[in-house]
């Protein structure tokens, strides 16, 4: 038995939830109360967090906070009523993720929100997490960001994982998931996105060549972080078959290579 996978992950990942491993230090400034849009897609074929991130998500006491979630699997969706209350579709083919959320926000008005906080359905959050990722993000003027993953999170970048004794990163990487948050002028210009990548692979590459375009930063926030050891990656899709779309995808549009995007502008201590 890999006892770090079974036992330490979900020790740590329960202290996390519960605010045991230290709550965010608070942001430099206070900032004006928002809106905000949380779009989220669980898997009802496998066991997830998604009843419990619909009641963190809710948990703000500074902002006002719509989720809209979408199920997809073959098994019925959820029967939690506090789940049910914000499902607004059930699809029962497997669509690809960014397929999936350009449909739902083909019937939104993004202008009406001040951030967009897209979700997977196997992260836990930290204690206070809209209230205090917000207040970071807005004080740092990120149009594109992420929480940074605890260090016990599995990861594909390890530049994304927590850094110790950092606030914040202005980076040219953030990464397209678990959870980043576009401002509305990153869900100006940059949505609906990019279907030649339907599950996304690569898109993080191109957005700091659009970013730079555009005069917008994006960043990681360290202070306020996400766990992400619930469900290892590369379980629910194929991953061979993706890195191929990525590369034909990478072929025909500008971006950063990996050694060039993962690299700090500015470190906010």
Sequence with gaps: MNYFNYVTRPLLRRMFAKGLLGRPPRAPADVPRFRVLVL?????????????LVVDFAKSQHHDVDQKWVALGATPPTSDPG????????????????????????????????????????????????????????????????????????????????????????????????????????????????????????????????????????????AVTVDHSYREQGKTYSSSDNRIIMDEFLRDVEHLKPEEARVSIRIYR
């Design 40 to 52: 989220g897609i669980y898997l009802t074929d496998r066991v997830n967090q998604a009843s419990q």
């Design 83 to 222: 789940l049910k209350a914000v499902t607004v579709r059930h699809c029962r083919q497997l669509i690809p993720k960014f397929k999936l959320l350009n449909e739902m926000l083909a019937g939104l008005e993004v202008d009406d929100y001040d951030y967009i906080i897209f979700t997977d359905d196997d992260v836990a959050l930290c204690p206070d997490f809209v209230d205090a990722y917000l207040a970071w993000v807005a004080s740092c003027g990120f149009s594109i960001s992420q929480p940074a993953r605890t260090r016990f999170s599995y990861r594909d970048h390890k530049f994304c994982l927590r850094t110790w004794g950092v606030k914040a990163r202005e980076t040219l990487f953030v990464e397209i998931g678990p959870v980043f948050v576009f401002d509305r002028a990153a869900a100006r210009h940059l949505l609906p996105f990019d279907e030649r990548s339907p599950m996304g692979w690569g898109i993080d590459f191109v957005w700091p060549k659009k970013t730079r375009e555009l005069n917008m930063t994006m960043g990681i926030i360290d």
